[in-house]
């Protein structure tokens, strides 16, 4: 098999890409390991940058988003459960955020993906890939007991933290960052309505609370956990009564509860590789950087990667310049480290820290109420959560 680009991947980074370029004229692969259920099932992030939501209408993609999503124009916070908004399309000059599910995003990526002629192989093990230090890489991989290869120009790794694109470029040649926290998130979803029509992040001498939707039916709670705790010990009983009392009188009362049919606890930390490229070898979304979900930038980080290597690869197979491609890792990079700047100090604004003190907490609750009391501090909590430029 030949190929102008090989994809490893079909998550958000790798189908958003595949889509750019097949609209650019560019001949792509996709490659992925499980099959369209499992990756199309993942629970995963709801809420979608102003830069995410444009692509979308941009491809096409966006009429049943544009239907079924939810447009928030704000955010809330609170402080041991005294709740104030930010009002983020007012702060922003109209920008605003969508939450609408990456399940439901990865279901019009495919659904699309046939009558526009990409190619995905599903059920693409041991993938491997070679010579990606010269001109002519190449990938291999099984599918249904027969080793395949397939030749290529260049290689984009969007194949996760785990994936195998990240693991082929030398030892030596990157270097990592990482932050891990010491505590997890308790999530549940359940079919009952959510208790605000916004998001409500929650900073309690318990520990952090969200309050988040998928839908007008279907809510997303989480609170902050012992990363030893175990899903076992969690009943729904339990679980509503520790979210109600982290958010607060005000805003628990309005919580509908009722049974949970997805429960899981999900670890928190920031990463980033870098560069974002070796050779012919390109990475994209978590293959290169993760960041924590407080201030949700993990899947709009890889719709910007794509965005910026789309434009890239235009550039080469159109104008025969390198400068794009060249110049991916460092401009990428330059957002990513951004959004990790953000969501950190998101995380550390909301959350409570096991070895931090009585003092740390004040902090906290000063900064919370010169937030609320700042408009100028609004102005840069809004223009990052609905997600900077491109530049």
């Known amino acids: 098999m030949r190929t102008q680009i090989a994809i490893i991947g079909a998550g958000p980074a790798g189908m958003f890409l595949a889509h750019l370029l097949a609209a ?39 009429q049943r988003m544009r239907r079924e999503g939810l447009v928030h124009g704000g955010t809330n916070l609170a402080a041991d459960g005294e709740l104030f908004r930010v009002d983020m399309a007012e702060l922003t000059g109209g920008s605003t955020v969508m939450v609408y599910g990456q399940q439901e995003v990865m279901k019009d990526l495919f659904d699309a993906a046939q009558p526009r002629g990409l190619s995905i192989v599903f059920d693409a093990d041991e993938v491997a890939l070679h010579d990606i ?100 010990d969690w009943s729904d009983d339990r679980f509503w009564d520790e979210l109600c009392l982290r958010l607060g009188d005000e805003a628990a009362s309005r919580v509908t509860r009722g049974p949970s049919f997805e429960k899981s606890i999900a670890p928190l930390r920031s990463f980033v590789t870098e560069p974002m490229r070796h050779g012919r070898l390109f990475l994209a979304g978590d293959a290169a950087h993760i960041v924590p979900p ?23 197979y159109g104008e025969r310049s390198s400068a794009g491609i060249d110049g991916y890792s460092a401009r990428a990079l330059a957002r990513v480290w951004k959004a990790e700047r953000f969501s950190w100090w998101f995380t550390s604004l909301t959350h409570r820290f096991p ?6 907490r ?16 609004q102005v840069t909590l809004a223009e990052n959560y609905v997600g900077l430029p491109l530049v």
């Open 24 to 62: 650019a004229g560019i001949d792509a692969v996709v490659l992925e390991r499980r099959d369209r259920a499992y990756v199309e099932g993942r629970v995963r992030a709801g809420v979608l940058e102003q830069i995410t939501v444009d692509l979308m209408d941009r491809l096409g993609l966006g």
């Open 133 to 232: 230090d010269t001109d002519s890489p190449s990938v291999t991989f099984r599918q249904d007991g027969v080793e395949r290869r397939l030749d290529c120009d260049f290689v984009i790794g969007c194949d996760g933290y785990h994936g195998v694109s990240r693991a082929a470029i030398p030892e030596g040649v990157l270097k990592t960052f990482e932050r891990v926290y010491p505590f997890g998130w308790l999530g549940i979803l359940a079919d009952v309505p959510p208790c605000d029509h916004e998001l409500i992040y929650s900073n309690h001498e318990r520990g952090f609370a969200l309050a988040s939707m998928r839908s007008p039916t279907r809510s997303r709670y989480y609170i902050q956990c012992a990363l030893d705790e175990r899903i076992e």
């Open 294 to 316: 407080t201030g949700a930038k993990g899947m709009n980080l890889a719709v910007s990667d794509v965005i910026m290597l789309s434009e890239a690869l235009t550039e080469y």
């Open 355 to 360: 070895d931090r003190d009585g003092f740390d």
């Open 362 to 377: 004040k902090m906290q609750v000063a900064e919370l109420a010169y937030i609320r009391g700042s408009r100028a501090a």
